[in-house]
């Protein structure tokens, strides 16, 4: 009788048996101190990059590659990952505890090379005496992969390559240069990654000069492209096929490898097959546009929308406008009161400009086959290295008949949207000689074929606020030209640029000048109503101008109850204030920003001139309109989620706001009590179960 044929699921169940053991078997033997930590590092490395193979194919397997039905499929396939991704981590902590401390010599590179192959051998006598009750073919499987895996490979989540040059100036910081290949050791929060080099230098590079390897050197670009077309070419086959044809890609790869180790130094090889292996596993909607032809030259991923989705709060204005904690943590280093007034403290910084955004013009738009949804620039205060504030956007608009021009603040009846409001201002308080404005001109895009969407950067300016001599820049209209690729990244074209070292006269240069892309701002003089309203907010914060007087009273409000209204200034019991709570979420919501700026604009015509300058009356109005418009509409459970550059999403937003604060706004002139908690009570207006969360301020979260 023929033995019954084992699943995929089943054989990658046990390999991870069998990794594990290993894993168990390696840990056991590097506490017990028997052995060269040298060796024990390569056999680490080893089960890392099996682990990380075994977990590759363990994700492509799907229910209908097995040979016959399996109960709790799912259920089965998700506890194997949760196993790996548990033995990736202690191998990666592992790995941290055995690698070397240092620079290693080429003459310590080869002893240490055949220390982990003489510890590979014995290793792998070891596992053929465990693995009697194992296949045939799953044995010489896993010694072809052992075989494969000899050099010490890194994950490839930790392989990083250089984007600009970096020279370190203190200790403990390492000089890297552009298109280095490194391998992250250690992330910290603040910004500065531990990295190691393929010689063995150790330092700290500063992340925003790393981005994740995606492409390979130049002696495998002929092979990467042809595996981006095989990989393009299998997106409409079946899942079997694509299992199959990645799996024969990496065999010929992991030969190839084999043989160039003989003739390459081994910390080459171990940066090269990294980014094969993630060229062949990770191709994003980027690179396959790219390669269809409907993304011009220059375009990249979005980097400042990388960090809006990666970095959580880090850098909206929602916590921005937070206040923020002294050195020695017992008292905030931006938020004090006047004893006389009672209002708020002025602070001045040493950059606080108004700018306007004109327009941009000779943009590029992406080719066919996607489909735009928003056009988009995104600000923020930047020194050519690091991002100093939020990250601000304002949505652009076009016309069909010129759609390379972007325009901004359209005229409109009304107020004039939060998220199309070029009239901007900026506060911050680095000393930073080049700190300036970064503008990244991007589009949000679904492809019609897959209905994936992505964030593309169409190219970016850059705005020095200071001239050469450290003094501030005229107030006038700035032309900014536009460059391609990343804000780290240096002379690269858009797909309108022109070579300038091509013009031939100068009616060729002036035309070719016009093709140029460009981004026109001003600068504007600052009255001293405004200068004075500004000093009240944060001290770093970049945001619109119409929403001053808006986050003018929550700064006071939150002066008040932090400042007066705690029993001590150590204490961080939480506060009952829904306003403190919930108001930083409208940062991140302009519409309902917008339903606010409208609710209190109709307060405010109806107020006298004393009522205007009466602080204590204006504060307690204030949280009357909060509550009852856009703390109500927080919580309505008819409000659909916000989701960035979705028409039909903003649409139903729109459509719900305003038929609630239109009730709302009637049943507050029958009654004649505006902002009551009546409201919340009545049955015609359906209110969600209330949260803790939502009624009190919690300090200790949200400082800082």
């Not at 009161?337 to 000779?362: E, I, K, S, Y």
Request: proline content about 5%; aromatic content about 6%; hydrophobic content about 30%.
């Amino acid at each position: 009788m023929a033995p019954k044929r084992k699943g995929p699921l089943q054989l990658v169940q046990r390999e991870v048996d069998e990794i594990q053991k290993q894993v168990d078997s390696l840990v056991k033997h590097v506490q017990s101190q028997v052995g060269s930590a040298e060796g024990d590092f390569g056999r680490c490395q080893e089960l890392l990059t099996s682990t990380e193979k075994t977990l590759k194919t363990l994700k492509k397997l799907t229910k209908a590659d097995e040979p016959a039905p399996v109960g709790n499929y799912d259920q089965r396939k998700q506890e194997e990952e949760r196993r790996l991704q548990n033995i990736l981590d202690r191998l990666n902590s592992l790995s941290l505890k055995l690698s070397p401390p240092g620079p290693s010599s080429a003459a310590g590179n080869v002893s240490k090379e055949d220390s982990e192959d003489d510890d590979d051998d014995t290793d792998d006598d070891e596992d053929s005496d465990d693995d009697d009750d194992d296949l045939d073919n799953d044995d010489s499987n896993e010694e072809a992969e052992s075989k494969a895996a000899k050099p010490p490979l890194q994950s490839d989540s930790r392989i990083y390559t250089v984007l600009s040059d970096f020279k370190g100036e203190e200790k403990g910081e390492m000089s890297v240069q552009m298109g280095d290949v490194v391998r992250i050791i250690k992330k910290t929060a603040d910004g500065w990654w531990l990295a190691q080099d393929t010689k063995g230098n150790r330092g700290h590079v500063p992340k925003t000069f790393l981005k994740i390897a995606s492409g390979i050197d130049e002696e495998d670009d002929d092979e990467e492209e042809e595996e981006d077309d095989d990989d393009d070419d299998d997106e409409d086959v079946d899942s079997e096929t694509d299992d199959s044809d990645v799996e024969n890609e990496e065999e010929e790869q992991d030969g190839k490898e084999l043989t160039d180790d003989q003739n390459k130094n081994s910390s080459a090889s171990h940066s090269s097959w990294s980014t094969v292996r993630k060229a062949l596993t990770e191709i994003d909607a980027t690179d396959v546009l790219s390669a269809m032809g409907a993304i011009p030259s220059g375009f990249r991923p979005s980097t400042l929308n990388k960090l809006l989705v990666e970095e959580g709060v880090t850098y909206r204005g929602s916590h921005y406008i937070q206040p923020e904690l002294s050195q020695s943590q017992l008292s905030f280093k931006d938020l004090f009161l006047d004893p006389d007034t009672g209002r708020v403290r002025a602070r001045q910084v040493r950059t606080c400009v108004c700018f306007t955004l004109w327009n941009c013009r000779m943009i590029p738009t992406p080719g066919v086959g996607v489909q735009v949804l928003s056009r988009h620039i995104r600000l923020c205060a930047f020194d050519g290295t690091q991002v100093l504030s939020n990250i601000h956007t304002v949505r652009a608009t076009y016309s069909s008949k010129s759609p390379k021009t972007w325009s901004f603040s359209p005229r409109v009846t009304g107020i004039c949207p939060t998220l199309l409001d070029g009239e901007c201002f900026l506060r911050c308080d680095s000393a930073c000689p080049n700190l300036g404005i970064l503008f990244e001109l991007g589009v949000t895009f679904i492809r019609n074929s897959t209905g994936e969407r992505g964030d593309l950067s169409c190219g970016w300016a850059f705005l020095k606020l200071t001239d050469d001599t450290g003094n501030p820049l005229p107030n006038r209209t700035h032309e900014l030209p536009v460059n391609g690729g990343t804000p780290y990244e240096r002379d690269v074209a858009v797909e309108a640029s022109v070579s300038k070292g091509s013009s031939t006269g100068v009616f060729q240069h002036i035309l070719k000048a016009r093709r140029q892309p460009k981004l026109i701002i001003k600068l504007k003089s600052i009255n001293s109503r405004t200068r004075t309203q500004l000093s009240l907010l944060p001290d770093t914060l970049l945001h619109c101008q119409s929403c001053i007087h808006l986050l003018l009273l929550h700064r006071q409000l939150l002066a008040d109850t932090l400042l007066m209204q705690r029993p001590t200034m150590q204490n961080a019991d939480l506060i009952c204030s829904p306003v403190l709570s919930t108001f930083p979420v409208l940062l991140d919501q302009p519409d309902l920003l917008d339903a606010l700026r409208i609710a209190w604009l109709d307060t405010e015509t109806s107020m006298t001139r004393a009522q205007k300058r009466d602080l204590t009356y204006l504060k307690q109005e204030f949280v009357k309109v909060y509550m009852s418009s856009v703390y109500f509409l927080l919580h309505s459970p008819s409000l659909p989620c916000h989701h960035w550059a979705d028409a039909s999403s903003e649409e139903q937003r729109a459509r719900v706001m305003y038929n609630i604060t239109d009730s709302l706004k009637h049943t507050h002139y029958t009654t004649g009590q505006p902002g009551g908690s009546e409201v919340f009570f009545d049955p015609v207006h359906s209110h969600l179960a209330f949260d803790v969360t939502e009624l009190t301020f919690d300090l200790l979260s949200v400082v800082r």
